[in-house]
């Protein structure tokens, strides 16, 4: 048997349930990896008396036989969701040391359906970034490493990628704003999925871009995806874009059964000078899923192409927006003001001491796009280019499409610190196969699917439609089982 | 239901150097939504709570908090709407209003600037016998409110107290169709006196629950003329926008002072620049806030918190079911159902509580009379005490009984207003009081024969006089009466005179 932390959700969920584990010692041997791993810099904020107490009763709703899907599965927290007085910061200074005294809803789902936080994990500044370099606690490491250089897990949810991927936890939730949680699931060889715009309440959750932000499980299986979506997913009516929906048992739909399903290949995600060993991973994949009963066809999504700008134009805008509260009046950091010196000072030097670069560079952009003068040519043109990709894809759902198969990623993980000297908008095309489906609203999974050259992992992204996230993870599983993903990151910390 | 039809009051004419000058007015009125809860969270409403103690995770814009709309301030909204004749928008969307205040703790208001939940409308200010004013409102949105920054608690310190953000407002926004200050007074009168009968806004403008922001300019006589016809602003002046009102004569006045202040800047040569201005009310004069180039950036966007706000036909049409009988209608009923001068049912139809008082005590009464009880006895007693009518110390009922007592004869009009003290002041009943106090009015001829024939017996040169000069009957009335306490029927005691005088 496997040492409890390397263990899946389902696993561990029926050996916790058959007495054959208790949930104490699952959790004991996590916090024990996570302490062996602070070279990874993945967990921000430890609570492991939480977890501990936290772990006591999920092992007595155990043995009282009532115990719910998570009971006792030791979870990671991306530092973005609100905990209760647990430092709750996005990575960034200008929250130092701000402890809600809430709950994001997501947690308390989790919670109330048995599941232990073991600690916050390391995250981009307000999930701004695709490396987890911007983040103020420093860049996560990922525990995949090529000829001894340190990679990045990706980003935002770099932190959750690297503690799932390195085993300090059995699964952790990430948010998606433009791939945020499949760019680093796919860079350290794990499940991530981003469902549905409205299937998780953002309430707690701190905004980035309200429009497009979405909380969603990241995961050793596609099965756990499966469990733990379940359990954080319900409208909420604190959040007014939480969707009023049923919530499936997502793992009971897990039939790995597709055949007939119809796999879209959209011609537009064959971007120029994309890496041969991404185009083959593509093309195995269709091959996997045609063999495992799917039928696969050709299809278009016209504006793909527009995806990034659009994408770069209303999320820092919204975050321009959404970023102001952070002006140190009420909480979070708030930078010595010099005799003299007023309310204007106390804002420009605030934000000046509290915000990273990569922050300033987007709300600068956000408020740029929104004066007056620039408005409808930034803004209002993005909304435009918005309404025309999700009509690109419900076209392709009008014509019988299930589900639509892409690369995750453009590229395998990359080194950190590579990067630091490019263009931003190198960085930015990371994103370019994730955003489309944070436009457009729609659930999208990615799914380890093999390993590179160097023996790096790489990921395929599977789109599916809206509210149909079973079906999705049914799909994201037939692909997992022909990939037949086994390979792990050899323990080097 | 009569059919009143007005002309339009002439504009206020400021005579200057150069010639005429004629003002033009729009107003951005914001009303608090009449509501317990705030716009966006379940935080109280009340006014004068404890300094930041009103105040959730959602008003004080805690990471990762959302509004949720108060479907009640909707609700308020739609009647306003409504109740101003206005167009219900059965969809509209919330938008963000970004700067920077330490009162505002998102750092954005939500608002509605692209899709207001209400169109256009209209409100009839009337400005004397005949004449009145038909103001077009242009819309109607809601928002929410900021917080309030204290500056003067403290000589390095300033503090914030955000009991009223995020509290509800309705943005009601006229047409430049106010042509004087008078009329800018009346007409946020107007709006008072409607929110107030729907009870979409309580119109108290000392807490701040009612404020205008006004826009003033001038322009010479015959170009306003030329702007309604062609909706070209153009033909009218450069505006200025005056912030934050809460008084019904520093409104006047401000308006007043700047409207010579452009008058001076225009006919010395010069232009007016579009800014934004401060009125200084001891000063009596308006100031320079900022002007156009210094202007904030807004940068509104639609919230993506919030979804578009859509609502259903049948509930706006259940709400206009449920309307009130308006200001302008009560005082047409009032008129023609209980036979009021245009003046008396004006006064009595200024506020719904008074309105509701007075149809209380003219039920199944005379109405005539009821008013002039209302108006004279019951107005002037509560204005000398600074009471409200809803504080008034006598009910509807009492006065009711008063009136009829008069009507029955049981009392004179003057014995009335002694027995009305009586129950203002000791909360007694009329019937009672007459009673107790042995007031009832003397009907017996007997009595007041006797009465007369005393008076008569005692004042013969008096007698030779009257025979001689008729009016004395007066005075003999008068000594009758003081003689029985005033109890005595004047109309009988006037008559036994005249008969025991042989006139």
């Known amino acids: ?493 | 239901m009569l059919d009143l039809t007005f002309d339009a009051p002439k504009p206020k004419v400021i005579s200057g150097a150069t010639g005429d000058w004629e003002l033009v007015i729009g107003m951005e009125v914001h009303a608090q939504v009449a509501s317990k809860a705030k716009l966006f969270s379940g935080a109280s409403t009340e006014f004068g709570a404890e300094p930041n103690s009103n105040v959730s995770f959602v008003d004080a814009a805690m990471p990762g908090m959302l509004p949720v709309i108060n479907e009640f301030c909707v609700e308020q909204a739609v009647r306003t709407g409504l109740g101003l004749k206005a167009q219900i928008n059965l969809v509209s969307a919330f938008d963000r209003k970004n700067y920077f205040y330490p009162d505002l703790p998102q750092g954005y208001q939500i608002s509605q600037l692209y899709h207001p939940i209400v169109g256009e409308g209209e409100v009839l200010v009337e400005m004397g016998p005949g004449l009145a004013r038909r103001v077009r409102i242009e819309r109607i949105h809601i928002e929410q409110d900021a917080g309030k920054s204290i500056h003067d608690m403290d000589p390095h310190m300033s503090f914030v107290d955000l009991n009223r953000t995020g509290v509800a407002l309705m943005e009601i926004v006229s047409r430049p169709d106010i042509r004087g200050p008078e009329e800018a007074a009346a007409y946020i009168a107007k709006l008072r006196q409607i929110m107030r009968y729907l009870g979409t806004c309580d119109g108290n403008m000392q807490n701040g629950n009612l404020r205008a922001d006004v826009n003033v300019s001038v322009c010479r006589p015959g170009d306003y003329e030329k702007y309604l016809e062609t909706g070209d602003f153009g033909h009218l002046g450069t505006r200025c926008e005056i912030k934050n009102m809460n008084s019904m004569r520093f409104i006047q006045a401000a308006i007043e002072y700047e409207a010579r202040r452009q008058i001076a800047i225009l006919e010395d040569g010069g232009t007016v620049d579009q800014e934004t201005r401060l009125f200084d009310p001891d000063k009596g004069e308006t100031r320079s806030m900022r002007s156009k180039e210094e202007a904030h950036d807004y940068r509104y966007f639609p919230c993506p918190d919030l979804l578009p706000l859509e609502i259903e036909q049948e509930w706006v049409d259940a709400i206009r079911d449920s309307l009130p009988e308006l200001p302008d209608e009560k005082k047409a009923r009032f008129i023609t159902e209980f036979g009021l001068s245009d003046y008396d049912a004006s006064v009595l139809t200024a506020d719904v509580e008074a309105a509701r008082f007075f149809e209380k005590v003219a039920e199944g009464r005379d109405g005539k009379m009821a008013a002039n009880w209302v108006i004279n006895e019951l107005f002037g007693r509560l204005k000398k005490d600074g009471l409200e009518i809803g504080e008034s110390p006598i009910g509807a009922e009492r006065l009711g009984a008063i009136i009829e007592l008069i009507s029955r004869g049981d009392i004179s009009g003057k014995i009335a207003k002694q027995v009305f003290e009586i129950a203002y002041t000791t909360g007694r009943e009329p019937a009672e009081i007459v009673e107790t106090e042995g007031l009832k009015q003397v009907t017996d001829t007997g009595a007041i024969e006797a009465a007369v024939d005393e008076v008569i017996a005692a004042n013969p040169a008096q007698v030779e006089k009257a025979r001689e000069n008729p009016k004395l009957v007066g005075w003999f009335v008068g000594q009758v009466m003081k003689a029985t306490g005033g109890k005595a029927n004047p109309k009988a005691v006037n008559e036994t005179v005249r008969a025991r005088l042989g006139l």
């Open chain 1, 1 to 493: 048997m496997s040492k409890p932390n390397e263990m899946t959700i389902a696993d561990a969920r029926d050996a916790l349930r058959a007495g054959e584990i208790t949930s104490v010692e699952l959790t004991e041997a996590c916090l024990k990896a996570i302490d062996e791993a602070e070279v990874l810099n993945a967990v921000v904020h430890k609570t492991p008396d939480l977890a501990l107490e936290q772990a006591r009763a999920a092992d007595e709703r155990i043995r009282a036989g009532e115990a719910p899907a998570l009971c006792g599965i030791p979870l990671g927290i991306k530092d973005l969701f609100c905990t209760r007085g647990v430092n709750s910061q996005a990575a960034s200074f200008i929250l130092d040391g701000f402890r809600p005294e809430y709950e994001s809803t997501v947690t308390q789902n989790l919670f109330d359906a048995g599941a232990v936080m073991l600690g916050k994990l390391n995250m981009d500044e307000f999930a701004m970034g695709s490396s987890n370099e911007t983040s103020h606690y420093g860049p996560a490491v990922n525990p995949w490493k090529v000829d001894g250089r340190k990679l990045t897990p990706g980003g935002s949810s770099g932190g959750s990628a690297a503690a799932v991927a390195a085993d300090l936890c059995l699964g952790a939730t990430g948010t998606d704003t433009g791939g945020s949680i499949r760019q680093p699931a796919a860079f350290t060889g794990i499940v991530g999925i981003k469902p549905t715009y409205g299937r998780c309440s953002r309430w707690g959750i701190i905004a980035f871009a309200s429009s497009l932000d979405q909380a969603g499980p990241m995961t050793k299986t596609v099965r756990d995806a499966a469990i733990m979506l379940s359990a954080m997913s319900g409208h909420d009516p604190k959040d007014s874009t939480s969707a009023d929906i049923p919530v499936p048992d997502f793992e009971a739909m897990l039939s790995g059964d597709i055949r007939g399903r119809k796999i879209g290949i959209p011609k537009e995600y064959r971007m120029e000078g994309m890496p041969a060993e991404i185009e083959a991973l593509w093309a195995k994949g269709a091959d996997m899923l045609r063999d495992a009963g799917a039928e696969i066809v050709d299809i278009s999504l016209p504006h793909t192409k527009y995806a990034l700008p659009a994408y770069y134009v209303i999320a820092p805008a919204e975050a321009s927006s959404n970023l102001a509260r952070y002006d140190g009046v009420r909480y979070g950091h708030r930078a010595r003001l010099a005799e003299g010196e007023g309310i204007a000072e106390m804002y420009e030097k605030t934000r000046a001491e509290g915000f990273g670069a990569e922050v300033k560079r987007r709300v600068m952009i956000g408020t740029y796009v929104l004066s007056a003068g620039f408005y409808d040519a930034y803004y209002n043109r993005a909304r435009k280019v918005r309404a025309l990709i999700k009509k690109d894809f419900e076209d392709v759902f009008a014509e019988g499409v299930d589900a639509i198969l892409t690369p995750a990623t453009p590229s395998a993980a990359f080194g950190l610190g590579e990067m630091a000297d490019a263009d931003p908008v190198q960085m930015y095309l990371n994103d370019v196969f994730t955003v489309t489906v944070n436009l457009a609203g729609l659930p999208g999974i990615s799914v380890p699917a093999g390993l590179d050259a160097q023996g790096l992992p790489l990921g395929l992204q599977l789109i599916g439609r809206p509210w149909e996230e079973g079906d999705l993870l049914n799909v994201a599983q037939a692909l997992e089982a022909a990939a037949g993903f086994v390979s792990r990151p050899e323990k080097w910390w």
